[in-house]
């Protein structure tokens, strides 16, 4: 069983809420638009980490995290991107991958929504956390948090983190 933390849309911005709501996470993923290399730096060294870069992410940040991430935790292969649509939505690339690899759980972000929907037709849960960042134009910042337990994906919850203009300080550490 792993617990899994799942943000996005960061844009440079570590809220303090991600340490007391990530705490018993086993692993953090980060769908794109990270913002900083202290961004990932910062989550890499508290829990095992894994990113997509996203559309706002330079250099350094593209060499340190590739564009999809396809891998499996308990059973559960995982499709993650920055940028991918959503079931009926979905762009050609991700639609092809979707279709080639056949994963279990596909993740994207960069839309600021939070969304989980079943795809029927591909027989994949589509997950978007919405964004845990000050920047853009969503009102509350949000993540998500779930379990991966043999095959299953399960104990999904939506986490608030507050207002987006609430401009807490940047937490510096997360350890």
């Not at 029927?120 to 964004?131: D, F, S, T, Y």
Request: some cysteine; glycine content about 10%.
């Amino acid at each position: 069983m792993k617990r899994i933390g799942l943000l996005s849309d960061t844009h440079g911005y570590l809220d303090e809420g991600i340490k007391k709501h990530f705490a018993d996470c086993d692993e953090i993923w980060h769908a794109g638009d990270i913002g900083t290399v202290k961004v990932s730096d910062t989550l890499a060294a508290w829990k095992l980490y894994r990113a997509v870069y996203g559309n706002i992410d330079g250099g350094k940040l593209r060499l340190m995290h590739p564009e999809n991430q396809i891998f499996e935790v308990e059973g559960v292969k995982v499709l993650m991107t920055h940028i991918g649509g959503y079931p009926g939505r979905y762009a050609s690339r991700v639609r092809e991958l979707i279709i080639q690899e056949k994963p279990k759980l596909y993740i994207c972000g960069h839309s600021h929504i939070l969304k989980v929907m079943f795809d029927k037709k591909h027989q994949v849960l589509h997950m978007n956390p919405g964004a845990a960042g000050i920047s853009g134009f969503h009102q509350v910042k949000t993540m998500l948090r779930f379990v991966l337990d043999q095959g299953e994906i399960k104990d999904l919850e939506v986490i608030e983190l507050g207002k987006r203009t609430e401009n807490r300080p940047l937490t510096e550490s997360l350890i």
